[in-house]
Structures are given as structure tokens and as C-alpha cells.
């Protein structure tokens, strides 16, 4: 159901003659098969999109005749499609605030003047009260593009497009052999007091450039570029260039390249600075070069691209779907839906197609969870360095992104003109809402569970090792094969070992031949002898156990698991390394570590899971058999650590012994019997069921453990 046709307010608008501000300009655009209008006013950068039938009333706004005359026109020669009085109310309105209409009152330039102060100080307002972007205006860089916009003018082209391309998957292949190097230790290369200063004066700098690339984009395209400032992003300043006038480029791939542009400078510089630090010796250079690579692949890949934060990639996503303000229309479905379908109002569903409609219901809840996620991530990183300045910005950012929002949402409820025939109705939904809400967060039971990390574990007398080094002659009992205590598995040998056993029994072979000779002739000399010989037996015994040692025997039964016995023989192995396994199906177990924050909950847990890496779809149940009373912050294996696709992070001062930097407490659970007959020593993930609770109780205690493990409170 629409709004009415007929406005009770048009005695008031109807007699005035508007006009547009002669300054202005209007370009049409094709949007979904669709014509649309952009008024484009040059003097703030901003751009206003309209539909044909608006713009079929601006064009008649010629200061002449009046707003009565104009809808009375449109009516005649659109029909069904004419606007209501209503709509033209709303367009009047829209036009006013944005400073684009001037009418025949005689306040008008007082009230023009008026309208931008007031505008000007609403921007600084709501500048000032987002944490996220405090916005600073600086200078007019529209003379200095214009002046220079032919040094960039080649660059802005497909051949610029190419030579980008070429520069930056080079760069790829260039850094790929160079890949654990790149990002080894990355935390203490980039978080110490060296590294963070070249942050502070790279960062800066490399977002100049990428300011420059939106405004010489626009610049090439025929717009203009009136403001330049610093945003201060978590109070870092970071210079920023209005580039709105590429709104009203006709072309879409054309707005989406101003959009991209700054991206594809931050690229560039990137790929630059790839050859540098593969070339240079380490040192200032080289670290430069790295932080260069750094900050533009994290802020082009967690910002910048990224199209649920008003950046370059959500204006790339909305010209490129053609959804024209995306966010703004997104919020307005919403709120048509709750006044609609909720509250029952009488209001005109905006417009929008179908696909439109989709993009709506799926990009405002999805963009609001990701700036809560990012305003949480920045304020904890905050906290971590000042404790007040984290948590104001935290209170402040929860203000402005959740309290500010709901206030406006209650004022609108028990104040909007629109909602006056269902105000009761609307007042009961919105605080059952919130009764029923807060009652669900606080009452209902919901599935309680928390995951973690383990690594399928064998007995010791389970594993095949090679008891010394040496290499792979044979291998004599084949995998899948059924063994008992003391069988032979595998027959090692060692060159250099064999001819050191052969040399000690030739000489001792002389030796006794000399003391045959000596024992009756010269008793002493054979008393030396025979130390010598004493010495040389012992000495043959090491070797020959050492030569048994090549020899792997079974130390328990089971079934034998060689992995890749096809590439065993002739190998050389090193003592202690492990060669495979003496299967007992019953003996698998799984060495689960558990963090310190969650040990009271698992130790009522109603059942614990297991999920193999390559098959996560068929959980297996496990049994808790064993707990380690005390929290250690020894890993009972490296394939939990971080550096080798765990979960942990390690002390990298200790590489023999994995070292976590927390401590955990150690499960084992037993698995059925034939449930793992492969990967053992590998990682596998473990869910603990932990019956059920309130998901408001869930939340409060993750943030209580969040707040006091990152703060160390």
C-alpha cells in the first residue's frame, strides 16, 4: 500500500516557483536497463541521483511557474506513473537540505546561507562523533590536478591498465620462492619500536599516493576534485581526497576505476618495492621496501577492498552491480519493512528491482557485523598499548554504532508523522521486541560448545624409528602386514659403520696372532696386548650394536603403517626419525591442549568430537581417559604451533622445544576401536559439547575472558 497522493502539507508548497541553482549540472545515467539523473553541484562535489519521474519535475523547476502548476503537468502527461504530492514534498525537502533549490521567498539568500552554516556544522558534528573516521578538511587540490593531470594522463588508459598488470604479477613471481622469508616472524619484525616508527612515517606517505590516484582519476575523467584533508583513523591521521564527483560520470566501468584507482597506485608502489627488497642487502632499504608490501596488502585486502566499509571496494560493488547507495537504500528497506510488515503503517515501499532487493536484505546486516568486528579489533589493539584510550574509544564506538542508532530508532517510533495511525501499535512491537529479545538472551537454552587442537597420539613402543643413522637397505615386513614383538621391519646399513667393524676385527685378528707369539717370550708386551685387544672387542661390540641398531624391530604388536614405503628404501634416516607405526586400533588416542579459560566448562562436558582434517564431515566420538592437573606451557606437539598451521603461538627463542606463549592444560581422550587408521602425529580439531546455556550468559563470559586476556587484567 502507498502513501497517500494527495499531501495534507501542499497548501504550503504549492504556490511557491522553484528553481534549481543555475551552477548545477544533470547527467543521465543507465542503471538496470533503467534511466536515472545525477544533479551534480560543483561547488560541494556531492552528487543527488533521481528517477525519470523526478526528473521530469526538476526540469520544470524554471523559477516561473509554481509547484502546484509543475505536478498538475506531470500528472497530465505521465498518469499512472505521475509522482504524488507526497513524493513531490519529500523531493522539495530533499532538495532543500542539500542546498540545490531556490524559491521566490524573500529570505532567500539569508536562508541559503542559513541551511550551509547549519550543514557545515552538522558535518563537523557527525565527523567528530565517529570514532572510526575523524574527518579534517584541509585544502582545494582542484588547480594542482588540473595543473599536473597530464604527467598521469598515459598511465589512465588500458595500456597503463597492462603495464600495471604485468608490474605486479611479476612482482608475484619474483616474491614466491621468498615466501616463508616474507612472512616468518612477521609480529616481531613489524610490532617492535623500529618497526612501528617506519610504520608511522610509510604509512602516511603511501596513502598520499593512493589519495592522488582517486583524485587524477577523477580529474582525467572530467570531474573535480574541491577538498583534501587528514581522516583520523584510530587518531592515526591519514590524508583523504573527496572524489564524489565521479558519481556523475555517465559510465559505471568509468566511476569503478576512480574507485579502484587508489588501490591500483597502492598495488603498484607494492610491486615496486617487491624488487627492491629482493634485491638489496638487509638493512634500512630493505625494511622499508617490506613495510611498503605490508601496509598496502593488509589495508588494500582488510579495507580498502573490502565493500562493507564505505571505502574503494564498496563504491567498486555498488557501480558495478548497479545499485546506487547501496548502504542508504539498504537501511531504508529495513526500515520500511519494520514499519511496514511490523508496525502496519501506510508508507510507499521504496524503489528498488527485485536483484536490488536481494543486494538489500543481504548487505546491511552483513556490513553493520563488520564494522562492529573492525571497531572492537581497533579498540582492543588500543587497549593493548593505552588501557583509557581503548576503552574510551570502545565506549564511544558502542555509543555512536549501537546506542546512538537505537535512540533515533525510539525518537522515530513515538515521533514521526508517518507512524501517527499505528503510534500504539508501534510503541507495543518495538518494546515486546526488546522484552522478547532480552528475555530469549537471558532465558532460553542454547547449544553451548567450545573447539580446540590436538594431535592423534600412539604409545612410544608404537612408533618405527631408526635406533641410529643410517640408510634404508631394505624393507622387509610391508605395510598392512600383522607383526609381534621383536619381528624385523626394516634393515638398515651404514658404509662407513661396516667397514669400521671390518677394520676392528682384522685388527684384532693380528692382535691375537701377536700375543700367541708374545705370552711366552715377553709377558709383559702381552699383557699390553691384551688391553689393546680388551680394547678393540670393545670397541667391535659398539659397532655391531650400532649395526643391530640399523636393524628396526617391532617393539609391540599390531598392524604395520609405513607412509610412502615406495620412497623408504635407499633414503637416508637419521636417529630418532620415525618411519611408521605398529597399529593397535584400540590404543589410538587424541593429545588435545585446552586453554586455561576454558578447562572448568570442558571438565563437565556431556561428549567430546573429533574431526579429521580431510574429513570434516564425519565426526567421530571420543572419551576423556586422562587430565594433566597442572597447566603447562609445553606443546605436546610442534603441529599445534602456529608456524606449523596450529592455533598456538610459540617462543621462536626455543625451536627445538615448542614453547607456547600461554598455558594450557593437556586431555587425552580414546578413540573407538578402528576409528583412525592413518595420521597419526597429524592435527585434528576437537569439539567439546558442553550441554546448553543462555546465549547472553555465552556472550558475557567470552567477553569477560576476552576483556582480561587481552588487557592482562
Not at 568486528?373 to 581497533?378: D, I, N, P, S
Amino acid at each position: 500500500m502507498s502513501e497517500p497522493f494527495l499531501s495534507p502539507s501542499w497548501h504550503r508548497v504549492g504556490p511557491l516557483r522553484p528553481r534549481l541553482r543555475p551552477n548545477l549540472t544533470i547527467r543521465r545515467q543507465r542503471v538496470q536497463g533503467g534511466a536515472w539523473y545525477v544533479v551534480h553541484d560543483p561547488l560541494t562535489g556531492k552528487a543527488h541521483r533521481c528517477g525519470p519521474a523526478a526528473y521530469s519535475v526538476l526540469g520544470a523547476m524554471d523559477g516561473r511557474r509554481t509547484v502546484d502548476e509543475i505536478w498538475r503537468e506531470a500528472a497530465e502527461r505521465l498518469g499512472a506513473d505521475a509522482p504524488s504530492q507526497t513524493v513531490i514534498v519529500q523531493l522539495l525537502s530533499q532538495l532543500h537540505a542539500a542546498d540545490l533549490l531556490q524559491a521566490n521567498v524573500a529570505s532567500d539568500a539569508a536562508e541559503l546561507l542559513r541551511r550551509h552554516a547549519a550543514q557545515r556544522r552538522r558535518d563537523r558534528i557527525g565527523r567528530f562523533l565517529n570514532p572510526m573516521s575523524l574527518r579534517v578538511a584541509l585544502l582545494d587540490p582542484d588547480r594542482f590536478l588540473a595543473a599536473t593531470a597530464f604527467l598521469v594522463r598515459p598511465m589512465v588508459s588500458w595500456a597503463g591498465l597492462l603495464a600495471w598488470l604485468v608490474c605486479v604479477v611479476a612482482a608475484g613471481l619474483v616474491l614466491a620462492p621468498h615466501w616463508h622469508e616474507l612472512t616468518g616472524n612477521l609480529a616481531d619484525r613489524v610490532l617492535t619500536p623500529q618497526g612501528l616508527a617506519l610504520v608511522a612515517v610509510v604509512f602516511p606517505l603511501l596513502k598520499a599516493l593512493h589519495e592522488l590516484g582517486h583524485g587524477y582519476a577523477v580529474k582525467v575523467g572530467g570531474g573535480e576534485v574541491h577538498e583534501t584533508g587528514l581522516v583520523f583513523v584510530a587518531l592515526f591521521p591519514v590524508p583523504y581526497v573527496e572524489a564524489s564527483a565521479s558519481a556523475a560520470f555517465r559510465s559505471k566501468w568509468r566511476r569503478a576505476g576512480v574507485a579502484a584507482a587508489g588501490m591500483l597506485v597502492e598495488t603498484f608502489v607494492a610491486a615496486l618495492a617487491a624488487f627492491v627488497w629482493v634485491t638489496v642487502e638487509p638493512g634500512l632499504v630493505r625494511a622499508v621496501a617490506f613495510n611498503v608490501m605490508l601496509i598496502a596488502g593488509v589495508s588494500t585486502l582488510v579495507f580498502n577492498a573490502n565493500p562493507l566499509m564505505r571505502l574503494d571496494g564498496y563504491f567498486i560493488l555498488s557501480d558495478l552491480v548497479e545499485v546506487p547507495n547501496l548502504a542508504q537504500r539498504a537501511n531504508r528497506f529495513y526500515g520500511w519493512l519494520v514499519e511496514r510488515r511490523l508496525f502496519g503503517a501506510e508508507v510507499e515501499r521504496p524503489q528498488g528491482s527485485g536483484a536490488e532487493t536481494a543486494w538489500f536484505l543481504a548487505y546491511a546486516p552483513a556490513a553493520f557485523a563488520y564494522r562492529m568486528a573492525v571497531l572492537v579489533g581497533l579498540s582492543l589493539f588500543l587497549a593493548d598499548q593505552w588501557f583509557v584510550l581503548g576503552v574510551a574509544m570502545a565506549l564511544l564506538g558502542v555509543a555512536m554504532g549501537v546506542g546512538l542508532p537505537l535512540a533515533k530508532m525510539l525518537w522515530h517510533v513515538v515521533s514521526a508523522p508517518r507512524l501517527a495511525r499505528v503510534r500504539g501499535r508501534a510503541v507495543g512491537v518495538t518494546l515486546g521486541s526488546a522484552a522478547a529479545a532480552g528475555a530469549f538472551l537471558a532465558l532460553a537454552p542454547m547449544p553451548l560448545w567450545t573447539t580446540t587442537e590436538g594431535v592423534i597420539w600412539l604409545p612410544e613402543d608404537a612408533t618405527v624409528r631408526m635406533g641410529v643413522n643410517g640408510i634404508v637397505r631394505r624393507v622387509v615386513a610391508l605395510p598392512g602386514a600383522a607383526v609381534r614383538p621383536g619381528d624385523l621391519l626394516i634393515e638398515g646399513t651404514d658404509p662407513t659403520l661396516v667397514a669400521e667393524a671390518e677394520v676392528l676385527r682384522a685388527q684384532i685378528e693380528s692382535l691375537d696372532a701377536r700375543l700367541v707369539a708374545e705370552q711366552f717370550s715377553d709377558r709383559v708386551q702381552a699383557d699390553v696386548t691384551r688391553q689393546d685387544i680388551a680394547a678393540k672387542r670393545e670397541a667391535l661390540a659398539r659397532a655391531e650394536a650400532k649395526l643391530d641398531a640399523l636393524n628396526v624391530r617391532a617393539a609391540t604388536a599390531g598392524i604395520l603403517e609405513i607412509p610412502r614405503v615406495e620412497h623408504l628404501e635407499g633414503r637416508w634416516v637419521r636417529r630418532g626419525d620415525m618411519l611408521g607405526y605398529v597399529v593397535r586400533p584400540e590404543a589410538a588416542q587424541v593429545r588435545v591442549v585446552v586453554p586455561q579459560a576454558d578447562i572448568d566448562l570442558i571438565r563437565r562436558a556431556v561428549h567430546a568430537r573429533i574431526l579429521l582434517p580431510d574429513d570434516l564431515w564425519r565426526p567421530i566420538d571420543a572419551t576423556l581417559v586422562r587430565e594433566v592437573p597442572a597447566a603447562s606451557d609445553r606443546l605436546p606437539s610442534r603441529a599445534l604451533a602456529a608456524d606449523s598451521g596450529g592455533r598456538m603461538a610459540t617462543d621462536s627463542r626455543d625451536p627445538k622445544a615448542p614453547r607456547s606463549l600461554d598455558r594450557w592444560f593437556q586431555l587425552d581422550l580414546a578413540l573407538p576401536p578402528g576409528a583412525v587408521t592413518s595420521h597419526y602425529g597429524g592435527r585434528v580439531h576437537v569439539r567439546f559439547d558442553l550441554g546448553s546455556e543462555p546465549l547472553g550468559d555465552q556472550w558475557w563470559r567470552r567477553g569477560r575472558q576476552l576483556f582480561l586476556s587481552r588487557l592482562a587484567t
